[in-house]
């Protein structure tokens, strides 16, 4: 039942976005705040519970999914001069040393005709050596079809990266939409994800404003703004309550509001 329900509210986020869109879609102009922006320590971290242990590396804070060998969520903030690259990639994967019970490794991925396709982007981590190479944690990765993680999800990346430039710091939550039935690879039985998510959000005044994406785990040769939906519905397909930290009436507005036009969408690659 829970596989089902699932599904039927991903397939739903779709089937919906457009009627969506037309509800909660508004201009700059017609979007009020009921507060202004202020400093909030660890805004990017979604709501916990007293089981869940928060596991924190230089560039990037998540949430282990043992059934599903990969994490849950990976969480952070990403600003305009942590944007500008300085460290190439270093391409080395490896087991994450902090999580207690087990990542997963390369023998897992072998063979599969998976990507080992990051959460937190390798790109997003150049501004600290440390951070670059704990991107390539395999806390960090998921099974990605090719298609899909050298393409459009490489084109959201992109675009996530070049609102961190223009908008001078996000705040930034992606990962799996982990469900019982999932298909999975390797000796460790890594959950394939049927669907990938991204909530963003850009907490400057005097446009605050929030944004979410929902992709399925394929190629496609769609725009981005096709996948844009509210950060209630990634909520409603997760089960996760994104950015509990901010006031509750802001909170409430931000994330039922999708706001196509206060995005600059840059064309990407």
């Known amino acids: 039942m829970k596989t089902f329900l699932v599904t039927f509210l991903a397939i739903l986020a779709f089937q919906s976005l457009s009627t969506a869109q037309q509800e909660t879609k508004t201009n700059k102009s017609d979007r009020e705040y009921k507060t202004r922006s202020a400093t909030i320590r660890n805004l990017e971290i979604p709501a916990t519970s007293s089981n869940d242990r928060i596991i924190s590396h230089k560039g990037y804070s998540f949430i282990y999914n043992e059934p599903h060998e990969q994490a849950c969520w990976v969480a952070y903030s990403l600003t305009k001069k942590e944007a500008n690259k300085i460290y190439k990639r270093t391409d080395k994967f490896m087991p994450d040393p902090d999580v207690t019970t087990g990542t997963a490794d390369d023998e897992d991925y072998s063979g599969s005709g998976n990507d080992r396709g990051h959460l937190a982007p390798a790109a997003d981590m150049g501004w600290s050596p440390e951070a670059m190479a704990e991107s390539f944690y395999y806390s960090n990765m998921s099974p990605q079809w090719p298609a899909f993680n050298r393409g459009i999800w490489k084109k959201l990346e992109e675009l996530v990266r070049s609102w961190a430039v223009e908008y001078n710091s996000i705040s930034i939550v992606t990962g799996p939409v982990l469900t019982d039935g999932l298909k999975s690879i390797g000796p ?20 605050i404003k929030g944004i979410g994406f929902i992709i399925p785990n394929a190629g496609s040769s769609q725009p981005l703004q096709d996948f844009a939906v509210t950060i209630d519905s990634v909520e409603k397909v997760t089960g996760i309550d994104f950015y509990p930290a901010l006031p509750d009436e802001q909170e409430k507005v931000i994330e039922k509001t999708l706001c196509i036009d206060c995005w600059k969408w840059v064309r990407v690659k």
């Open 188 to 207: 460790d039985k890594v959950s394939v994800p049927n669907y990938f998510y991204k909530v963003i959000l850009d907490y400057e005044d005097p446009d």
